[in-house]
């Protein structure tokens, strides 16, 4: 078993372990954020989040304490579950998902703010036996900012290695060289309603290979006519055929009119709706 930061309860939720209680803050070392631009500052809250003022600080101060006592071969997780694929290409599909602790951002439409701090120390060894365990050909790494953790790239490819189809959700605001060719990256990137847009990577269709997929979450009309723009100023990608999700926040659209702007504007994306959420509506973990 991993080792649990302040408080040592666990609650099991289905087939997902929420594990331990929030981590108090201190600057992890700088290898964690090596080559990371500039982060949000504490001027900068996330205004949707209840706890707003939590989160004082800037960089790294919005890392949990515990990334500085990670080795070689550990990482820091918030919860290991098995559920249907919400999104992507591969929705629909039984996933066995490892989500890792911490986040440098603070998207105002946040739906996972409990990873920000809740976390376990495990090693890959334990994450690669929870994924064998799980008895699922669908593997997913996700966060919070799972890039984040030193120990991810090894991670996702000892996943492959071991033949499982792996998944890799990312913000869209880190380097992605160095993940494995053979990992599917869901690259999340950011729209203006969630504050963050100023953090996605630069040149990020030239960074982009055949079996990468793009989302965007659209929270307003104007989210949505700057994604049809930001589609139209990178030809590359469409050229290359690299899947576009455009997924509404939940409960600010009328799906009828986000459908109908996309059938309007011939826009080539797929209208992606979180299937786990629909299955789910009252849950908001392990899912």
């Known amino acids: ?53 939590a989160f004082p600080g800037k960089g790294k101060d919005l890392l949990p304490q515990a990334f500085r006592d990670l080795k070689e071969g550990e990482l820091l997780v918030n919860e290991f579950f098995t559920s249907i694929q919400g999104e992507s290409t591969f929705q629909g599909q039984p996933c066995f998902f490892i989500r890792l602790t911490g986040c440098h951002l603070r998207c105002v439409y946040c739906d996972t703010e409990y990873a920000f701090y809740q976390g376990q120390k495990e090693t890959v060894e334990t994450c690669l036996e ?9 593997v997913e790494v996700t966060g919070g900012e799972p890039l984040l953790q030193a120990s991810c790239n090894p991670l996702l490819s000892r996943l492959c290695d071991d033949g499982f189809t792996v998944l890799l959700e990312t913000s869209g605001c880190v380097p992605l060289h160095r993940v494995d060719e053979r990992v599917h990256r869901i690259i999340d990137v950011k729209t203006p309603s969630s504050q963050m847009d100023a953090y996605n990577l630069k040149g990020l269709e030239d960074q982009l290979r055949s079996q990468d997929e793009i ?6 009309p104007e989210d949505y006519e700057w994604t049809r723009a930001w589609i139209q100023d990178h030809p590359k990608i469409l050229d290359r055929g690299i899947p576009i999700h455009i997924s509404p926040c939940e409960g600010k659209w009328k799906l009828e009119e986000l459908a ?5 504007d011939r826009l080539p994306v797929r209208l992606n709706l979180q299937l786990h959420k629909l299955i789910w509506p009252d849950r908001e973990q392990g899912i």
């Open 130 to 138: 929870r994924a064998h365990q799980a008895q699922v050909q669908l």
């Open 1 to 53: 078993m991993g080792t649990f930061f302040r408080g040592e309860a666990r609650a099991s939720f289905g087939s997902a372990d929420m594990i331990g209680s929030p981590v108090p803050r201190i600057n992890p070392p700088d290898p964690f954020l090596l080559n990371f631009r500039p982060l949000v500052s504490s001027s900068s809250p996330n205004p949707a989040s209840k706890n707003s003022q």
């Open 260 to 264: 109908q702007k996309i059938l309007d």
């Open 215 to 220: 989302k965007f979450v659209v929270d307003n």
